[in-house]
């Protein structure tokens, strides 16, 4: 069956205290979730936290997970050390890795959250595994030694292999930068992609559907989709992630 495009953007955040068992305020928007995807993702979301906030330090153990700096000055810790993060910067945390944020200069800082479900999770939910498989549970840490992680800077390289660091499905990570008028092609066969818009403007179409791209935009294309992503007159830069799909067709 042919799904639909998952469209979202940053209009009514939720507004949050606490978030991971600190106090102070943040706020947080599901932009995409497993909900009609094909693949093993948890969740696509946009997240934000005040001048001194902090997004408390936390342990997956079921879902690997990436941060990407969008606005602001901030703080990263892993594993008990910190790092110094931007606009630009991307986070990679393996299965594991005890980590958190807080932000460390005078304005917001936002982010972009993906979580992609561990081989040992996407099992069980697939009836595959055990339900007590090493990395199933959250809170448990036990049975699970990998504490990979790294902080990047994604303006430098434009692409990531998440692989040398992630044990799941994720392909890869860039960043692409459409000069006006410009135009590129998407097709989900074997993976599916998120995409979130960073500057400039443009539009992107499937079938008969039009959906104007600003920044804050999210598209996120589940299996057997497509679009066409055309550039505005300011051009159009966008951070693009793809997920393979086992059994998903050609590439």
């Known amino acids: 069956m042919r799904e639909g495009l998952i469209i979202g ?7 949050v205290y606490g978030v991971h068992g600190t106090a102070g305020l943040s706020q947080w928007k599901c932009l995409a979730r497993r909900a009609g995807l094909h693949g093993s ?5 946009w997240a934000w936290i005040p001048p001194g906030g902090i997004s408390g330090e936390h342990v997956h153990t079921r879902t690997e997970e990436i941060y990407f700096i969008l606005s602001g000055r901030g703080e990263m810790t892993l594993n008990g050390k910190r790092h110094p993060v931007g606009p630009g910067n991307l986070i990679l945390t ?3 890795t005890k980590h958190g944020l807080r932000n460390v200069g005078d304005e917001g800082l936002g982010w972009l959250v993906i979580e992609v479900l561990s081989p040992a999770t ?9 339900s007590d498989a090493p990395g199933t549970n959250e809170t448990q840490r036990g049975g699970n030694d990998v504490t990979n992680a790294v902080v990047l800077n994604l303006r430098q390289t434009y692409e990531v292999n998440p692989r040398t660091v992630f044990t799941g499905p994720l392909r ?9 008028g410009q135009r590129a092609e998407l097709s989900a066969e074997g993976e599916e992609y ?21 920044y804050g935009v999210s598209v996120t294309l589940p299996l057997g989709t497509g679009m066409a992503v055309t550039a505005g007159e300011d051009g159009l830069e966008y951070f693009l992630a793809s997920l393979e799909v086992p059994g998903g067709g050609a590439r």
């Open 9 to 15: 953007d940053l209009e009514d955040p939720s507004v």
């Open 41 to 45: 993702w948890e969740a696509v979301e």
């Open 94 to 96: 393996g299965l594991g």
């Open 122 to 130: 996407a099992a069980v939910l697939r009836g595959s595994a055990p």
């Open 172 to 180: 890869s990570i860039r960043l692409v930068d459409l000069k006006p």
């Open 194 to 214: 998120t995409l979130f818009a960073l500057r400039g403007s443009g539009e992107i179409t499937s079938g008969e559907a039009t959906v104007p791209l600003k």
